[in-house]
Nanobody, 118 residues
Framework: QVQLVESGGGLVQAGGSLRLSCAAS????????MGWYRQAPGKQRELVAS???????NYADSVKGRFTISRDNAKNTVYLQMNSLKPEDTAVYYC????????????WGQGTQVTVSS
């Protein structure tokens, strides 16, 4: 069993910053990719950013230059630093972790609400 615990969401004014964290725990042998997705009301879940074990990153065009994804492999934790937030960034943010336990696994966090007021 692999559990993901997210933290760091909240309410912020446009132009502000938030930092999300997601810690994985359980019987984890190794973690491959880690990522953040978001889902706004009435919209499909979309990839925000991802990072490989080696540190290669990928970002949605809408967040490039504003968001930064990072990870601490020793802590099995992924972070998302969000700067210059816009009202259109309002969504529930989910972390996703892909790796190996006794078998290959892909786990999702419980989601954390990010609300950006104009």
């Amino acid at each position: 069993q692999v559990q993901l615990v997210e933290s760091g969401g909240g309410l912020v004014q446009a132009g502000g910053s938030l930092r999300l964290s997601c810690a994985a725990s359980g019987s984890i042998f190794s973690i491959n990719a880690m990522g953040w997705y978001r889902q706004a009301p009435g919209k499909q879940r979309e990839l925000v950013a991802s990072i490989t074990r080696g540190g290669d990153t990928n970002y949605a065009d809408s967040v490039k230059g504003r968001f930064t994804i990072s990870r601490d492999n020793a802590k099995n934790t992924v972070y998302l630093q969000m700067n210059s937030l816009k009202p259109e960034d309002t969504a529930v943010y989910y972390c996703n972790v892909d790796g190996w336990s006794w078998d290959r696994f892909t786990s999702w966090g419980q989601g954390t609400q990010v609300t950006v007021s104009s």
